[in-house]
């Protein structure tokens, strides 16, 4: 994918931040490959996810986020030239499900967070179907991420980034075949949290 300094920019002064205010254990940033096309999954427990996600792993991600952080000029611009995809949640959102497949297509690093909405506490593991929907079309890799929860400033917490995985054996994309996949990558996010 083209390189976007400005998300370069923002990642390293997010890094410089974060190593500060939010330290950060890594676990498993081997597991993202260097190149190609790859969904990258996690749980949802805070609004900086997406910063501790990307201060983690050295390529750049294109972030799903909900179409409200667009809301005025300033977010607006921000988020768009960081390269993240608006998405309404509240509807079947093709337009953003489209431009996401066209991330990966190109071979890009493409960041969900399937549970739709954050949980402080990691407290919920319900997921909605999108991700392993965008996983069955696209034949992608699939990596899970897990944040420890929960995220306090000042104190150390940890991302997990699980072995990928993908979905070559399904043949048919079903409603049977999606709740399937949805499964695998709840189970693939929560294994080491059991």
């Known amino acids: 994918m083209k390189k976007n ?7 390293n002064i997010a890094w410089f931040l974060c190593k500060i205010i939010f330290p950060t254990r890594v676990i498993g940033a081997e597991n993202v490959p260097q190149d190609g096309p790859v969904l990258l999954c996690s749980n949802h427990i805070s ?18 986020a909900k179409k409200e952080l667009f ?14 995809v608006p998405v309404d949640r509240g509807a079947s959102d093709i337009a953003a499900m489209r431009i996401c497949l066209d991330v990966l297509k190109e071979g890009g690093l493409l960041g969900i967070f ?10 919920s593991r319900e997921m909605q179907n999108g991700a392993a ?9 699939v990596v899970p991420v897990h944040i420890g929860a929960p995220l ?40 080491e949290e059991k």
């Open 47 to 64: 609004m900086i996810d997406p910063v501790l996600i990307a201060v983690s792993v050295k390529r750049r991600i294109t972030y799903m």
């Open 152 to 191: 306090k400033a000042f104190r150390r917490t940890t991302v997990r980034f699980g072995k990928p995985f993908d979905f070559a054996d399904v043949t048919r994309v079903n409603a049977q075949a999606i709740e399937a996949a949805t499964g695998r990558i709840s189970e693939g996010i929560w294994q």
């Open 114 to 123: 399937p549970q739709g909405h954050r949980y402080k506490q990691d407290e």
């Open 133 to 141: 929907l965008m996983a069955l079309r696209s034949r992608v890799k």
């Open 5 to 11: 300094y400005f998300y370069l920019v923002v990642r």
């Open 71 to 84: 809301g005025t000029k300033f977010t607006n611009w921000f988020f768009r030239n960081l390269g993240m």
